[in-house]
């Protein structure tokens, strides 16, 4: 799991090449170590000829809905998994309220939550 800190009036779409950059290596039991993720599911925010290109050049899929032609119904059936794994990491009443004046204080604490959020998920 990837998890970023960005300014309130950051847009979204800036964020995206950093957060796919800093997936880590999956190690696997046959070949070499996967660092990159086969599709990437984004809202019509994220369809822009730029993000499309620079997807296709790490050879990962895009699936966005495109602007005027689809309906976000499609993206919809995937878009749970996202709101619930951001419900699990809001669990923690520390990230619910920003305490913290620093951004890496709260990135820490964003960053333990998202490990004990999987190791539970894991552990069950």
């Known amino acids: 799991m990837v998890v970023g800190l960005s300014a309130a009036n950051v847009n979204d779409v800036q964020t995206l090449h950093p957060l796919l950059l ?3 290596a999956v190690r696997s039991r ?3 170590s996967r660092r990159r993720p086969n599709k990437v599911r984004a809202d019509k925010a994220y369809h822009s000829a730029g993000n499309l290109a620079w997807l296709r050049e790490r050879h990962i899929t895009p699936r966005t809905a495109r602007p005027g032609v689809e309906s976000p119904e499609r993206l919809g059936r995937h878009r749970w998994n996202v709101q619930r794994a ?3 990491l809001f669990e923690y009443r520390r990230l619910t309220i920003r305490y913290e004046r ?3 204080r709260f990135l820490a604490f964003l960053g333990l939550a998202a490990v004990m959020t999987c190791y539970k998920k894991i552990a069950t």
């Open 22 to 24: 800093g997936i880590p």
């Open 30 to 32: 046959r070949g070499p």
């Open 86 to 88: 951001i419900s699990w």
């Open 102 to 104: 620093k951004g890496k």
